[in-house]
């Protein structure tokens, strides 16, 4: 019986392997009818764990098999899946600020917390508590085909999928020896990105085993934004500056004479500037200024910091992995299978030098490194703010008891210092991981099959963060009477000069005002999992042509997550490192769950008038945390071949997501988030009615303070974070329901005619999620939801302070749906002496994208927008491959389409007109390979043929992961033309 083999029980409806629906070919069926009396082949699909004849899915699947896999020539899978039109871009090579260092996967715009990930119908291990996947793990060069699975399969593998499953599926059998090399690098000569890959695999005692042993190293170039020109300085969204000096091929407007530094622009860049920014902290914006490089400090400001050269379009990484492979077949009925993975893999993140942002210091005004007209202009300022009722013991320490601000005393200031001489920031991300996995399957009672497995995984990551400013010894350097010595009598202080432009902190300075810092990240993962499926022979529907086949199963999981931070980014509310957007604390979490389920796949009527075949799926799930408690969930669905061409399918699902270690363990610590404007600040002083007056004062601000205190610094307010210590969040709910249909005629001119329709509606309530920043500020401000006033918490009426922020705490949130339509087509047509041409593609129509956080917060439709709550969601996108395959050559060009997007109506208003659209983009990548010998082939490939330049919408239009370098840069090639090239070598 184990003759018996698992195959793929889907025609693959683009004729590169790439599909949107699973079933038998019509010729396969013919050739099964035709061999009855042979060995009968048994067919497993993705999304199910019953393996049988004929099996046929209910649920839409893509397949990208090995054909596509070697067109894209792509080591980083999740650069393959992200140009599916069923994913938008989730973290990977072209996230920076914000990224994790890892590549992952968003299936339907869902998140990629829904987005289950699988080898071989095994869960993957999360490399950290969120328990996300970094899909660079997967051994490109062992994959066999990945299929997509959209509309929830919770029912068969458990929690997280209530969005899909994407399921690698690796080359069990290999035999020979294989090495592939590739190279990558843009039209510019940059972002170069090498692999090798060696496979080796034998069979073993008489094809009675196997054995795979892949190795596979990767590494990645960076490329920074200031090498194209579109990232050499920053463009305001808001207002359009920048963008005519871009067009111009000009480069940024530099600072006025005194203010002059490197990076210093008159405009599009950060308020934490160079010379140093000062602001009496809640004295209202008449006791702001700016230095200028002779120390002196004016009302006027001069300059802002332009951040974007340092940052990446393309982060560097490398890798090294391995994958082995085994089977052995004890005997006849029962054989024994193992694996064992491995990687190492490295990722720097860069953003632009650090400094001391909204900190908030203790001033002394008899610094002697303070200027005498700088001191003079601090005091006159803080009497201003003490005549106006915005000075007091919260920002103001009256040394002498004098009731006048003068030398002697402290004010709570702001001092935007961009700290160049200490470098940029960065993090290097350097992960270890590896999962095993071991079990036994075979046959008992005859034609039951049983799998018996084991697995265990372990991820283990340390970061360090450097070039970050030390906040606290940077308020010890301040607290100076000498300018040689500080006033807490640390010897190893060293003053430091922040009251002028760049050159004002000396390399000793530098060495004690920077912060190095490491976190540790460790997750464990264990899975204990017993099936057995076969046929029920009792039960047979006399209009069927076989019995009901059931799959029942138990699984055994516990996983765990520890995070331990350094010392110093415990410090409350903002770290020992300035610019790290807050502090960190210890996590330490886990769960366990116990898992019953069962599938079943009732064949009812075969071969007759309107019904070739009917059959009927379904499952059911229980799973018992110890965390949440239980859950069930269950699939009941049809299939229907009205004739043997025609094919409906129909499934219903009730799918759950149980929350992860960092969603029910994260402790309460302060951080950034996307904002777009303070309704309380100077920004909007002109619009601040009673009504507003009032709310803002109900938030901790003073009557003189509304309209007074800064507004959002570059986009960002500080926020208040962690999971809800009075509401911790429960599992997420989903209702999947999809329906489709699949025509597979039979032409005389053409082959392999496939075409599907598929719809789907997934619908998740009770989401596990934080409301955003600015959804608290519009529910307090513009509604009055008392409620949501009370989670905003001010430092002298101001939310860029830290120590200020709004409370965002993880919890249940309302409803999140996606529903569309998705087309699938492939067709080949032979020439004869000229070959084949081979045509397919898919195409996806969002009709449905929206979000709720609570019945009073606005809906958020993302369908066809973009905007800080809005990844850029396009309404339809497709991809279309044309194939020629002749002999030892092929030649395939493929066209990848995104529709054109607006920005979020209810925020246009805060866009520059030109940057309120993004028109529809279309891409062409053309590959070609040659047969040289029977054992090696080359290939070429080029992909943006065209050079088809990114979209500009300055620095400000999305949230800061997705935006950056004045576009999207994982949504749109920001690159240019790039250049591939490999060689394979089989034998």
Known sequence: MLKSRLTLALQLALGVSISSMAFISPQAQAAGEEEADKDIEVIAVTGSRIRQPGAVSASPITS?????????????????????????????????????????????????????????????????????????????????????????????????????AVNF?????????????????????????????????????????????????????????????????????????????????????????????????????????????????????????????????????????????????????????????????????????????????????????????????????????????????????????????????NNWNDVNGNGVVDEEDYLTVQLRRRTLELGPRTERYDTSLFQFVTGVNGYVFDDWQYDVSFQYGESNRTTVRAGYTNLTNIQNALDTADGVTCLNGDPTCVPIDLFGGFGTITDEMAGYATAIALQQQKYSQRIATATLNGPVEFIEIPSAGAPLSMSFGYEYRKEKGLFEPDECLKLAPASCQGGAGGNQLPIEGGFSVDELFLEGYLPVID??????????????????????????????????????SVLVRVMQQEATRAPNVGEIASPVVTGLDNAGSDPCSVANAGNIDATLQALCESTGMSAAQVGNVQDVISGQVQVISGSDPLNPPDAEEASTFTAGLVWTPEFDTLQNFTISLDYYDIDIDDIIGEFSAQEILDACYQLGDAEQCAKIQRVGGDLTVAGAGIEQFTTNLKNLRAEGVELGFNFAWPMDNWGELQFSGTINKYLTQESQSSDTARIIDCKGYYSTSCDPLAELRAVQRTTWAMDDFTVSLQWRYTDGIDVEPVVIDDYFEEFRSIGSYSYFDLYANYHITDNITASLGIDNLFEKDPPVVGNEAGDTSSNSGNTFPSNYDVLGRKFKLGVRFQF
């Not at 660079?136 to 929690?159: C, F, K, N, Q």
């Not at 890959?197 to 490329?223: E, F, M, P, Y």
């Not at 210091?361 to 300022?381: C, K, S, T």
């Open 607 to 644: 071969g007759m008038a309107f019904a070739e075949t009917l059959d009927i799926e379904f499952g059911f799930r229980w799973a018992d945390y110890d965390t949440v408690g239980s859950n069930e969930t269950w699939k009941l669905g049809f299939n229907w071949r009205p004739v043997s």
């Open 169 to 393: 599926i690796l080359k069990d059998n290999f035999e020979g020896i294989a090495l592939n090399t590739s190279h990558q690098e843009t039209d510019e000569n940059d972002g170069d990105k090498d692999n090798i890959s060696l496979t080796i695999g034998s069979n073993l005692a008489d094809d009675r085993g196997n054995v795979v042993l892949s190795l596979d190293w990767t590494k990645r170039d960076q490329v920074l934004l200031g090498e194209r020109p579109l990232g050499l300085l920053g463009i305001d969204t808001a207002s359009g500056a920048n963008l005519a000096e871009f067009r111009n091929g000009e480069p940024p407007i530099p600072a006025p004479p005194g203010c002059e530094a490197p990076d210093s622009v008159g405009s599009g860049g950060s308020t934490t500037a160079i010379p140093t920014r000062f602001a009496i902290v809640g004295g209202g914006a008449s006791a702001s200024g700016q230095f200028r490089n002779d120390g002196s400090l004016s009302a006027d400001t001069c300059s802002v910091f332009n951040f974007n050269p340092y940052n990446f379009y393309q982060t560097p990484s490398e890798r090294y992995s391995g994958t082995a492979l085994a089977r052995y077949s004890l005997t006849e009925e029962h054989e024994i299978y193992s694996s064992l993975t491995y990687s190492s893999i490295s990722v720097d993140t860069q953003v632009a030098p650090s400094g001391t942002f909204g900190s908030a210091f203790q001033l002394p005004l008899f610094n002697p490194l303070i200027g005498d007209q700088a001191r003079q202009f601090m005091i006159d300022a803080g009497n201003n703010a003490l005549a106006n009722d915005l000075l007091g013991a």
């Open 64 to 164: 990208i098999g090995e054909q596509e896999l070697a067109f894209q020539q792509e080591p980083e899978v999740e650069q393959i899946l992200r140009t599916l039109p069923a994913t938008i871009p989730g973290d990977g090579s072209n996230v920076n600020n914000g990224s994790g260092g890892a590549a992952t996967v968003n299936l339907r715009g869902l998140g990629s917390q829904r987005s289950l990930i699988l080898v071989n119908g095994r869960r993957m291990i999360p490399y950290n508590y969120n328990g996300s996947v970094d899909t660079s793990v997967i051994p490109a060069a062992l994959v066999e085909r990945i299929d997509v699975i959209t509309g929830g399969a919770s029912a068969v593998y458990g929690s997280d999928a209530i969005a899909g």
